[in-house]
């Protein structure tokens, strides 16, 4: 049974995420950017190691939780990346939303290194991370799958295994597909509700319990009402989210609509400074 785990990327999910494994009584060794910013986990028992290469020689399961696809091959590939250094038949977790083709690459450069990867990006934001009820749609080899699978379990609730490496980033770009435009029709909604002078929350008592309800209605409605923009999903990690399903789709040659002018609004947001709120600060160019 694995009991060190590494963990590289402490920032708003990945804090929550790591607090799990510790309150689980698992060794974990973390690395981020910022020390500071990962001190409370230190004062909670992780161990703090200065490189990403010392991740990987002293742990037995590696995650990583990072924000663009640059920082994932970063921390992966090279003399002093993960891959290189793993200890061996070590496993990586890549919980971070990237492209679909970087994780068929990294999969196939670990092959090599006789070490196994796993994609396996998260959805259900700091709220899912806190309660440890996230989603984790995972990429990957079956027997791997089932071996971390239990470690999973602690910050996450409804894991499956959706195919072959880069399936789960295909899977989570399904998710920010449907939530990119949904979120326009939240924030639409809300505006609709102000200005015909309801009262915007007895409104979402009515609409969250029925055919329109939604993760974001439920969630993040209220923090919009409220003008409260605190990050739960940074808004510049969900237009990289967003670029990539594009991507995706123009080489399927796939119809989206939606997803396209959710980027416009989105970019809207990013260049008027907004870059780092979150995602219901869509909210802004609506009321």
């Known amino acids: 049974m694995m009991k060190k785990i590494g963990f590289i990327g402490t920032g708003v999910m990945g804090k929550s995420m790591v607090s799990h494994l510790l309150k689980a009584g698992y060794t974990v060794n973390i690395h981020t950017r910022t020390k500071s910013k990962a001190q409370e986990l230190i004062d909670k028992g992780a161990i703090w190691k200065d490189t990403v290469a010392e991740i990987a020689q002293t742990s037995e399961l590696v995650m990583t939780m990072v924000g663009y696809p640059k920082d994932v091959e970063e ?58 009820t996230l989603t984790v749609m995972v990429g990957g080899e079956e027997k791997v799958f089932q071996e971390v699978k239990p470690i999973l379990e602690y910050f996450g609730e409804n894991i499956i295994l959706q195919g072959p490496h880069g399936a789960g980033q295909h899977t989570k770009m399904c998710n920010q597909i449907a939530i990119a435009s949904g979120m326009i ?100 160019l609506f009321n």
């Open 185 to 284: 029709g939240v924030c639409e909604a809300m505006a609709y509700a102000e200005k015909s002078g309801l009262d915007p929350k007895q409104v979402l008592e009515s609409i969250t319990g029925g055919a329109a309800g939604s993760w974001s209605l439920s969630h993040l409605a209220p923090r919009m009402l409220e003008e409260n923009y605190d990050p739960g999903f940074y808004i510049k990690h969900f237009i990289k989210d967003i670029e990539i399903a594009i991507e995706e789709a123009d080489a399927m040659e796939l119809f989206i609509p939606g997803l396209t002018l959710a980027k416009q609004l989105y970019e809207k947001l990013s260049h008027q400074g907004d870059e780092d709120l979150g995602t219901q600060a869509l909210y802004k």
């Open 75 to 132: 921390i992966y590939l090279g003399s002093k990346g993960l891959i290189e250094n793993l200890l061996p038949e070590a496993i990586c977790i890549d919980l971070t939303t990237s492209k679909p083709s970087l994780a068929k690459k990294l999969s196939e450069i670990a092959k090599e290194q006789h070490v196994s990867i796993l994609d396996a990006p998260v959805s259900g934001g700091d709220i899912g991370a806190k309660n440890g």
